[in-house]
């Protein structure tokens, strides 16, 4: 369940706490409203189940499921029914059945049925400091008229409020009985919406605060509703400074003028098979020699394979987990939502105390966004942006098509994003296969220009000198040239460009 938060009544799940800012204002009335199946009762009882935890008095008004299956069903995800008052207002078989037979009564004569006298009755006895009424809009199916039930709702949600309760009502979203005109009468909607790409949960009204705006997912488990807010990037630190961080292969840094800096986002781009993960986590590798914690998701490659690998190159990853400096998620793309996977960085970055995050790889993780086109850049975005203000540094691996051929900086277009592209290539010299390494982008200071030869052995990765006897290397398929002329080549350039 949720902590209290001082000034508010805590929902009793922490994601929703934190999208509306603390929790619900005290003595107000608040609208859950969503489709059938949902979640609306199961937030509602997270609701209760808050404020019995927190001593107080706290009221189920039921008028439409059965109260057996209604208490069984919330028993069966923890919450504690015995706690909680109930008063059951659903209808029982006998109003539908006589003497055998159906026979349905106008609301009329249903309305001559004491409800208010039963439901003041039972507020009166009970005195509770929350309720919930669910759902409130089966109240309309007992009066007259649409002018009738907006005149009772009025009425009750006033007498609620002068008892000193905190309520949540709700409504399902039908098209035979519309509910926006309940929105008036409330303090705050609460709005649980279920798409193609999952489940979400929005705040688009509410009185008394500032809410965390855009759509939030949520998940409903065996233990109840769990709602996972939207990045927010926050603010950085204005006094950080840019202190870099060494990758350990002295070539490299070479390249890199020294290291990558702490707080910014690099992009390590190239084709399948080029050693992109295995360079990333060279980073790791010397932050462990530091005492730093460092955590790894895995989108495109299991953890077996990524340990087994690691261990042939001698990156003592079996060493790193043992002693904390290291983390390896292997995350299933299509199970999880772009929020949920938010939620579970920033548990690593705010309460673990990581300073390295590597995504592998940005494909892999843009199926976790199957909305709209535009949302995969506007996750990438939130995400980077929260890292860095955090003054975590981030490693996106990202993987190019195209084994040679025509270069790619990366294929997400995602340079916009990056302090620092780093880039590998598959090179074909002599029928032999190769591999280089460059720097194509560095945000925050200068960067070696020539492209170096990478290799992978077991002792290591190794990065040798400037490949200055090649050109049209980014293709894939460079040529070797007589290294007087090619010195010769550079002096005039050089001349060219001095004129």
């Known amino acids: 369940m949720s902590t209290p938060l001082a000034g508010r009544a805590s929902t009793g799940i922490r994601g929703l706490d934190e999208v509306l800012s603390g929790g619900l204002v005290p003595e107000r009335s608040y609208m859950v409203r969503g489709q059938a199946g949902s979640g609306k009762t199961i937030l509602s009882f997270h609701f209760l189940q808050q404020g019995v935890d927190e001593g107080e008095t706290v009221l189920f008004i039921n008028l439409e499921e059965d109260l057996r299956d209604l208490k069984a069903n919330a028993a069966a995800l923890g919450f504690d029914t015995d706690a909680i008052e109930f008063l059951d207002l659903s209808p029982s078989a006998d109003v539908f059945v006589e003497d055998d037979s159906y026979e349905v009564f106008a609301p009329a004569e249903v309305e001559r049925e004491p409800l208010t006298d039963k439901i003041v009755a039972g507020v009166t006895a009970v005195d509770p400091d929350r309720v919930v009424v669910d759902p409130l809009t089966q109240l309309r199916f007992l009066l007259s008229d649409d002018y009738q039930f907006r005149k009772q709702v009025v009425g009750f949600m006033r007498f609620l409020k002068d008892r000193e309760a905190t309520v ?195 494909a892999g993780y843009r199926l976790t966004l199957r909305g709209e086109e535009g949302m995969m850049l506007q996750q990438m975005h939130a995400l980077g942006r929260y890292l860095k203000n955090a003054g975590v540094t981030a490693i996106f691996v990202d993987e190019t098509r195209n084994v040679t051929g025509e270069f790619q900086a990366t294929m997400e277009n995602i340079s916009y994003l990056a302090d620092n592209i780093v880039f590998l290539r598959h090179l074909e010299v002599h029928g032999e296969m190769r591999k280089a390494i460059g720097v194509l982008k560095k945000r925050t200071s200068d960067f070696e220009r020539t492209i170096r030869e990478f290799q992978i052995t077991s002792h290591g990765l190794k990065v040798g000198e400037p490949m200055s006897g090649m050109r049209g290397i980014l293709s894939g398929t460079p040529e070797v040239v007589d290294d007087d002329r090619e010195r010769q080549r550079r002096g005039v350039d050089r001349e060219s460009e001095d004129c």
Do not use: C
């Not at 488990?221 to 926050?234: C, F, H, K, N, W």
């Open 168 to 362: 949540l009502f709700t409504v399902q979203n039908t098209e035979s009985l519309p509910t926006d005109d309940l929105e008036f009468i409330t303090d705050g909607t609460i709005r649980l919406d279920a798409a193609e790409y999952g489940k979400t949960v929005r705040v688009p009204k509410f009185r008394g605060s500032a809410t965390q705006s855009g759509e939030h997912a949520y998940r409903v488990t065996d233990s109840g509703i769990e709602v996972y807010p939207a990045l927010q990037p926050g603010k950085r630190d204005e006094d950080a400074t840019f202190e870099q961080i060494s990758s350990g292969i002295p070539e490299f840094d070479e390249l890199l003028h020294g290291g990558i800096e702490r707080g910014t986002v690099t992009v390590v781009s190239g084709p399948t098979g080029v050693g992109k993960t295995t360079l990333s986590t060279q980073f790791m590798k010397e932050a462990a020699g530091r005492g730093e914690r460092s955590v790894i998701y895995l989108f495109e490659e299991n953890k077996g394979t990524f340990l087994t690998r690691s261990r042939a190159v001698n990156i003592p990853v079996d060493e790193m987990m043992e002693k904390g400096t290291l983390q390896v998620n292997e995350v299933e793309a299509l199970e999880r939502s772009p929020q949920e996977f938010g939620r579970m960085v920033r548990e690593e970055v705010e309460e673990r105390g990581a300073d390295i995050v590597m995504i592998d790889g940005i």
